[in-house]
């Protein structure tokens, strides 16, 4: 190992909370639109099925870029590779402020997929990099709770800047500033830090059973999720009768409650393992524990009281205690040098749910007149896919 590579291993928790940061800006940018949706959706014109498109459009090219980026974060320095993906994606945020019709937010909505791809690739491989085994659960929670905290905490923000300045304005500074944490990411990570892998190198990754397994299990956590990231505000405002900037503030238990579970998940997985469970059983046992709290979503599109509605999807978010044991196995069942493709084979499939759970969503919005249906899809859509991990996923 390198002098550099050294340093890079003992700021390794300095570097995951730049990763952190990073998520929280990431999902800053990702969801303006989703926040800002019913005025954007009034500004423009839009109907439920359009602005469904419109919610679906970042992952057409996020989702596509998954297995390229994931290839280019093995074989490249993430030194570099996440910061110009970095760069790309404030910048398009930014620039989304000068959008004026359906045509151009597409446009922009694609590019931004574009350079957020790096984000769950690159931040599993320098996890790989940088964490032993038995501490990856924990690492890989803390790195992308960041995601969720943008979510819960972005909610009520964006909220507040749509009110205040707009939604276009709001692009401006959120998509701008973010560009400050440039800084500390060259500053902390070691300049000569080398993270490309050291195995042979094929030109294409390995696929096996069990990553083919963990990835297909993906589509029904990413359907879940997305439709929770894309509809839930549109869904306190619509169905809930709320204020966008009252929505916003409500919003952030569900997204907190993401946010805080992801690394405690991981967390208790790790413990377990220290306990003598075989990190199979530990994160798969996690991940059914989690996924079966989905359930709560059913009657929290059928009770009355909207705070009561809000605690029940509070309590379905505490799906998020099975992504970092999720993003742990996909580390744990990957060829060797290759988490980066194994991460990016694994988010593709997940963001095939994101493309399809906004416009399938917006479809039966518009059709029934009623969100509950949408919500029975994707509870069913996550449970199903539980089989696959018990009897697909094997030591």
Request: aromatic share 12%; charged share 10%; hydrophobic share 55%.
């Amino acid at each position: 190992m390198t002098h550099a590579n050294e340093v890079l291993v003992r700021r390794r928790w300095w570097v995951a909370t730049l990763l952190l940061i990073a998520g929280l800006i990431n999902y800053l940018d990702r969801t303006i639109v989703s926040v800002a949706a019913p005025v954007i959706a009034k500004d423009l014109g839009l109907t439920p099925s359009r602005l469904g498109v419109l919610l679906s459009a970042f992952f057409w090219s996020y989702a596509l870029m998954q297995i390229p980026i994931g290839w280019l974060s093995d074989r490249f320095n993430l030194r570099w590779l996440y910061a110009g993906c970095f760069a790309l994606w404030s910048l398009t945020s930014g620039l989304t402020g000068f959008a004026g019709s359906l045509g151009m937010l597409l446009v922009l909505r694609v590019v931004l997929g574009i350079g957020e791809s790096v984000y769950l690739p690159g931040g599993l491989k320098l996890v790989s990099v940088m964490f032993r085994a038995e501490d990856r659960g924990l690492a890989s929670g803390l790195i992308n709770c960041g995601t969720r905290a943008g979510l819960a905490f972005g909610a009520p923000l964006i909220a507040a800047l749509v009110v205040a300045i707009g939604w276009q304005r709001a692009f401006f500074v959120l998509g701008f500033a973010g560009l400050a944490w440039l800084g500390p990411w060259f500053a902390t990570f070691p300049r000569g830090a080398d993270t490309r892998s050291a195995a042979k190198r094929r030109v294409l990754g390995h696929l096996n059973r069990n990553l083919l397994g963990v990835a297909l299990s993906n589509l029904g956590y990413g359907y879940y999720f997305y439709l929770m990231v894309t509809w839930l505000p549109s869904y306190l405002v619509d169905a809930r009768h709320l204020p966008l900037q009252v929505a916003g503030a409500y919003a952030l238990a569900p997204y907190l409650t993401f946010a805080i579970a992801e690394p405690v998940g991981g967390f208790i997985a790790d413990r377990l393992m220290k306990f003598g469970w075989s990190e199979f059983a530990a994160r798969k046992t996690m991940i059914t524990l989690a996924y079966l709290t989905s359930l709560l979503l059913l009657p929290a599109g059928l009770v009355a009281d909207t705070h009561h509605s809000v605690l029940l999807l509070a309590g379905a978010s505490l799906v998020g205690l099975s992504t970092a044991n999720m993003y742990a196995l996909v580390q744990r069942v990957c060829a060797e040098g290759e988490v980066g493709f194994a991460t990016g084979v694994f988010n593709l499939a997940g963001n095939i749910s994101g493309v399809a759970a906004p416009i399938i969503t917006g479809i039966i919005v518009q059709q029934t007149g009623s969100y509950f249906p949408a919500f029975v899809v994707a509870v069913a859509v996550l449970v199903a896919v539980l089989p696959l991990y018990w009897f697909v996923v094997r030591e």
